[in-house]
T-cell receptor, first 114, second 115 residues
Framework: AQTVTQSQPEMSVQEAETVTLSCTYD???????LFWYKQPPSRQMILVIR??????QNATENRFSVNFQKAAKSFSLKISDSQLGDTAMYFC???????????FGTGTSLTVIP | EAGVAQSPRYKIIEKRQSVAFWCNPI?????LYWYQQILGQGPKLLIQ????????DSQLPKDRFSAERLKGVDSTLKIQPAKLEDSAVYLC?????????????FGPGTRLTVL
């Protein structure tokens, strides 16, 4: 079975600073996808960034980037130039390349302090 | 483009009662997901449909939960009878592609309280 672990229940960062959210996962499979989803307070969950396991290059989306370490089964999210709108729950997620069995971590609550 | 719609937004029932949730995915999306999100936890996939067929329902408590996706569009999730531990937010999501590797678009959720 696959598992996703987020060891930081809560984090805070000053506006304009950089913060890194941690995620580790466990799988015996070699082909999979990893995601970071954001759930703002009282708003819908949206995709932040995704990474295909076969790609060595780390994914980047504007201020969001990942550090994907396949051997260590680590997938951290870095948010640069933090903005007040980044305040949200962040969930790390995993799915196999076969396209079913989607797993979320327990989430990290991020607060951006003005 | 309209997003994923869910209703009702809130529901309060007594234990052993029945409840149903409705989801209308984004038009043209082949895959539909139902998740259960208990307070303080990440969403747990209950069932995944590809068009109107079930791809994965391994974590659906089939003795009390049932779901269907009519004509590969709308979907309903039913709980009968409800237990206290079913109190959670039920999220519906859809994706354009036929696999869970595609971006999922989430609805606002239905918050269920079982008393």
């Amino acid at each position: 079975a696959q598992t996703v672990t987020q060891s930081q229940p809560e984090m805070s960062v000053q506006e304009a600073e950089t913060v890194t959210l941690s995620c580790t996962y466990d799988t015996s499979e070699n082909n999979y996808y990893l995601f970071w989803y954001k759930q703002p307070p009282s708003r819908q969950m949206i995709l932040v960034i995704r990474q295909e396991a076969y790609k060595q290059q780390n994914a980047t989306e504007n201020r969001f980037s990942v550090n994907f370490q396949k051997a260590a089964k680590s997938f951290s999210l870095k948010i640069s130039d933090s903005q007040l709108g980044d305040t949200a729950m962040y969930f790390c997620a995993f799915t196999l390349n076969t396209g079913n069995q989607f797993y979320f971590g327990t989430g990290t609550s991020l607060t951006v302090i003005p | 483009e309209a997003g994923v719609a869910q209703s009702p937004r809130y529901k309060i029932i007594e234990k052993r009662q029945s409840v149903a949730f409705w989801c209308n995915p984004i038009s043209g999306h082949a895959t539909l997901y139902w998740y259960q999100q208990i307070l303080g936890q990440g969403p747990k996939l209950l069932i995944q449909f590809q068009n109107n067929g079930v791809v994965d329902d391994s974590q659906l408590p089939k003795d009390r939960f049932s779901a269907e996706r009519l004509k590969g569009v709308d979907s309903t999730l039913k709980i009968q009878p409800a237990k206290l531990e079913d109190s959670a937010v039920y999220l519906c999501a859809s994706s354009y592609g036929i696999t869970s590797t595609d971006t999922q678009y989430f609805g606002p959720g239905t918050r269920l309280t079982v008393l």
